[in-house]
T-cell receptor, first 114, second 111 residues
Framework: KAGVTQTPRYLIKTRGQQVTLSCSPISGHRSVSWYQQTPGQGLQFLFEYFSETQRNKGNFPGRFSGRQFSNSRSEMNVSTLELGDSALYLC?????????????FGPGTRLLVL | GIQVEQSPPDLILQEGANSTLRCNFSDSVNNLQWFHQNPWGQLINLFYIPSGTKQNGRLSATTVATERYSLLYISSSQTTDSGVYFCAVAPFSGGYNKLIFGAGTRLAVHP
């Protein structure tokens, strides 16, 4: 079974632009969570989607948004990019939504904002 | 919110040595996972272990939920074990499918 895939793998943008990242979960997985990894803040939870609805949100500004489609694929969008948004963005999928779900991570998208 | 502390922050080993990585957490959890992040950034699942002991080859893990800590053991380390090891938890009160990560242990194994 194929793992979690993320596109694009690398991205360079300039301040003020917006960006859309894509995540395809493992086949049959219905929950997708997004994380941001930076050297200063480490790995931080962004949000989680299940059944096309955002179910959980981390402490990030409204410039960060996402959505999930009926096939469970998810996108996240960052508008009005800032230098501090440079990071590795990781997507994780789980079979379902619950207290004991194992999360499986994709390879990530490295975003550089100039 | 819950605090997750990993120790040591850095570890340097000779190939063949054994090591123990520790993860302390400040509240009850219903999910605890150990990950290895390779040099390309991919987080690789090692163990799902909210309690008890598991083994997978040269790796094993133990979580004592009542005392709020987990240990990851690496035996006969190899250069391919190098990378960053993360402990991540989902607290009872934190909502589902939301992992809180520790800062990681950076392991370097030299030949």
């Amino acid at each position: 079974k194929a793992g979690v895939t993320q596109t694009p793998r690398y991205l360079i943008k300039t301040r003020g632009q917006q960006v859309t990242l894509s995540c395809s979960p493992i086949s049959g997985h219905r929950s997708v969570s997004w994380y941001q990894q930076t050297p200063g803040q480490g790995l931080q939870f962004l949000f989680e989607y299940f059944s096309e609805t955002q179910r959980n949100k981390g402490n990030f500004p409204g410039r960060f948004s996402g959505r999930q489609f009926s096939n469970s694929r998810s996108e996240m969008n960052v508008s009005t990019l800032e230098l501090g948004d440079s990071a590795l963005y990781l997507c994780a999928s789980s079979l379902n939504r619950g207290p004991a779900e194992t999360q499986y991570f994709g390879p990530g998208t490295r975003l550089l904002v100039l | 919110g819950i605090q997750v502390e990993q120790s040591p922050p850095d570890l340097i080993l000779q190939e063949g040595a054994n090591s123990t990585l520790r993860c302390n957490f400040s509240d009850s959890v219903n999910n605890l996972q150990w990950f290895h992040q390779n040099p390309w950034g991919q987080l690789i699942n090692l163990f799902y272990i909210p309690s008890g002991t598991k083994q997978n080859g040269r790796l094993s893990a133990t979580t004592v939920a009542t005392e709020r800590y987990s240990l990851l053991y690496i035996s006969s380390s190899q250069t391919t074990d190098s990378g960053v090891y993360f402990c991540a938890v989902a607290p009872f009160s934190g909502g589902y499918n939301k992992l809180i990560f520790g800062a990681g242990t950076r392991l370097a194994v030299h030949p």
